[in-house]
């Protein structure tokens, strides 16, 4: 695994992982303007939810057919807290100042956190993750990793059903007439709060997947996996414009890419050599983000905001 | 029975009381306008008739059945379709998409496809840029299209918040007799105007608009002839 093509698809995958995450902050955003905050903490109860389902299963159930449970309960686990954070959380500070509800999702997230840490068996340390094992599948040009196989179909899965979702139907369209206008949506019949819980759904769905993804890559599931997570993710989500689906997996793509090369070579170039390995990974990803900041405030797929009258 | 009944209506922001307990009524058929200048409540009254903003007071009933407390998307489905000031059209979807969310809540799919071609008939423009995104339009295309999307929904009572706003003269003359088509093909319209001329000369009824009183209410034809309204928003002295 040390050639350029492996390298790049090493990056296709943690950025598809980081994309699916994004994709939580991005809808979230785009119709309420509220950073959820407590989104990462949401991608780690879809983890500890799939882990669930995994040690319920019989000793010896095979990960192909304990795979679809996992899905399952890390998914159904994952939206019940977001639906619920919205219900219970969120909702009722809706029309308020912009800050209250920043504020309830840090300390949501931090509330969310100490919940696994005290409630959930042995999870005051990491609990180990199911492994697909086997060796790296060799396709000639490139060097796959099984553990990266997951997220390698699961993100083009989840991305094409969500595009046909939201261009196709009719409740897809609801959604994009309210991320444009919540009044005026209101007026042609949408119920807008309605709306707002599927965005939340959708998002806590795909960061169930991507957490079993990160489980499988990297064999466990910890209380605070959400925190570094959600933080890539929130940035993938401004590098690709928030508010824009595809943005976020454009950017997700772009920040994991970035990384893995940049962990990959940065310490091959002459005078950099203490900078190279995985230790500086993060400070590449944040400088990527203060870069498209100031360079194209927007994010790469983002409308001026000149557009949102 | 009226179609439309308000009584003593009170709306405030806050502290801020912006509408001080108006009644007046809409009859099937008819064409009422409010007119005022800015900050009188027109536009408030319309929103709390659309469920967009709560009454602090007063009684609101359309066809019989009270509409306090119930949600805005409900109210479209009564018969209520609202058209807002600013023409509010989503810019990022094709004027196509806007229109079949104009009929979001119907089911019958070819009276929507017919509702959609006789809007096309009415504004050919809409119909030769469909596909295009609605942002695109001119302000009196998208007036057009506001129009257009606020009748998808098949409404008892249209109202129309400041149609003529920004448009150029020609514009705003299309605008004036789209209405009275509507009107002489027997639509309910509550129509807010600061073109109070315009206004007027359509109007069955008309109710002058003050920080949040009616001050002066007559036949569309008495207020066009009344000295005060001339004096106060004809540009007469």
């Known amino acids: 695994m040390h050639g350029l093509p492996d390298q790049l698809a090493n990056g296709l995958a943690l950025g598809a992982l980081y994309g699916l995450i994004a994709i939580g902050y991005t809808m979230v955003y785009g119709i309420v303007q509220l950073i959820n905050f407590a989104h990462g903490e949401i991608f780690m109860i879809g983890g500890f939810g799939a882990l669930t389902a995994y040690l319920w299963l019989p000793d010896g159930t095979g990960l192909a057919l304990a795979l679809p449970l996992m899905i399952l309960l890390g998914v159904v686990s994952a939206v019940l807290v977001a639906v619920g954070a919205e219900r219970f959380a969120y909702r009722p500070l809706r029309g308020g100042p912009r800050l209250s509800p920043l504020i309830t999702a840090i300390g949501l997230s931090l509330a969310l956190q100490q919940a696994v840490w005290a409630f959930y068996p042995d999870a005051k340390k ?62 042609m019949g949408i119920n807008t709060d309605r ?54 997996m454009v950017g997700g793509l772009v ?36 870069l498209v900041l100031l360079l194209r405030p927007q994010g790469i797929l983002g409308e001026r905001l000149a557009d949102r009258a | ?16 009381e912006a509408v001080k307990g108006i009644s007046f009524t809409v009859e099937a058929g008819e064409v009422v306008t409010l007119i005022g200048t800015n900050g009188a409540g027109k536009t408030t009254t319309l929103r709390t008739l659309s469920g967009l903003l709560k009454p602090l007071a007063g009684k609101i009933t359309f066809e019989g059945q009270p509409l306090n407390g119930v949600g805005a998307h409900k109210i479209v489905s009564m018969g209520l379709a609202h058209s807002p000031e600013g023409r509010r059209i989503f810019p990022r979807l094709s004027i196509e998409e806007n229109l079949q969310l104009g009929a979001f809540l119907r089911k019958d799919t070819d009276g929507i496809a017919a509702d959609i071609r006789n809007a096309y008939d009415r504004f050919p423009i809409l119909g030769e840029r469909r596909r295009q995104a609605a942002g695109t339009l001119s302000g009196g295309e998208q007036q057009m299209l506001a129009m257009g999307r606020a009748l998808m929904s098949r409404p008892k009572l249209l109202m129309l918040d400041e149609p003529s706003m920004g448009l150029s003269p020609i514009m705003m003359q299309k605008i004036m007799s789209t209405i009275s088509e509507l009107k002489a093909a027997g639509t309910t319209i509550l129509l807010v105007e600061q073109n109070a001329q315009a206004a007027l000369s359509l109007a069955d009824h008309g109710h002058v608009m003050e920080i949040g009183n009616i001050t002066l209410s007559g036949t569309g034809e008495e207020l066009l002839h009344d000295e005060s309204v001339r004096k106060a928003y004809l540009g007469e002295d």
Request: proline letters at 3%.
């Open chain 2, 1 to 16: 029975m009226a179609l439309l009944e308000v009584e003593d209506l009170r709306v405030a922001y806050g502290k801020i």
């Open chain 1, 126 to 187: 990491a609990r180990p993750f199911p492994q697909i094992g086997g060796a790296d599948l060799d396709l000639g040009f490139v060097t796959l990793s099984r553990e990266d196989l997951f997220i390698f179909v699961s993100a083009p899965i989840c991305m094409l059903a969500l595009g046909l979702f939201v261009a196709k139907t009719r409740t897809g369209r609801a959604m994009q007439a309210t991320s444009q206008d919540p009044d005026t949506a209101k007026l």
């Open chain 1, 255 to 290: 920040l994991g890419v970035a990384e893995a090369m940049a962990t990959a070579y940065i310490g091959d170039i002459p005078g950099l050599e203490q900078f190279g390995g995985g230790s500086w990974k993060d400070v590449w990803a944040f400088i990527l983000l203060i």
């Open chain 1, 195 to 248: 709306i707002i819980v599927m965005a939340f759904a959708i998002g806590a769905a795909f960061a169930a997947v991507a957490a079993i993804a990160q489980g499988f890559k990297t064999g466990e599931v910890n209380f605070r996996m959400g925190f570094i997570a959600g933080l890539k993710a929130f940035t993938a989500a401004v590098l690709g414009g928030i508010g824009n689906i595809y943005g976020a």
